[in-house]
């Protein structure tokens, strides 16, 4: 049955109507078009789908609309902030840490809620955390690079 729902989705209120148990992913992509969250496995196993829920890393294909209303979510098209990338999103960039791409919106978020958490993380820190999250083209050396380089541990 649909719900009236509230979503703050970087920074601005959204109502959309839909069933409380549908995966926020959908919701994303399809209502709001914001892209930038990406399918993956649609099982949480992967971290394609991942965006900030009041500022925890989560799965968007596996979180509820429901569990997210009322919450900040947080998009990789609004982790950018005046015109200037996120340390992380630059660190990426600086580091040559995507191939395809198809990941990076997940890994970026991923890594941007490690950094809030602890700041300056060891590379086991960093491997861990990002263990939830797939590159199929391999460049996780350039991932971890990139999340030090974030971090302010690897200029």
């Given amino acids: 049955m649909n719900q009236r729902l509230q979503l703050n989705v970087n ?55 429901g569990e997210a209303a009322g919450k900040s979510i947080v998009t990789i098209e609004g982790l950018a902030k005046g015109g200037k990338l996120h340390a992380v999103q630059q660190a990426f960039l600086d580091e040559d840490a995507m191939q395809c791409g198809y990941c990076t919106p997940g890994m970026i978020l991923t890594a941007a809620a490690l950094l809030q958490e602890h700041p300056h993380p060891t ?21 971890i690079k990139a999340v030090e380089r974030a971090a302010g541990s690897r200029t």
């Fill in 11 to 65: 920074g601005a209120r959204h109502t959309v109507e839909t069933d409380p148990a549908r995966p926020l992913l959908w919701v994303l992509r399809n209502e709001l078009d914001l892209l930038g969250t990406h399918y993956g496995c649609g099982e949480g196993m992967c971290g394609a789908c991942t965006v900030l829920l009041d500022g925890h890393a989560v799965k968007s294909c596996v979180t509820t609309v």
């Fill in 123 to 143: 590379r086991e820190q960093i491997v861990a955390a990002m263990n939830g999250n797939v590159c199929r083209c391999g460049t996780y050396g350039r991932i």
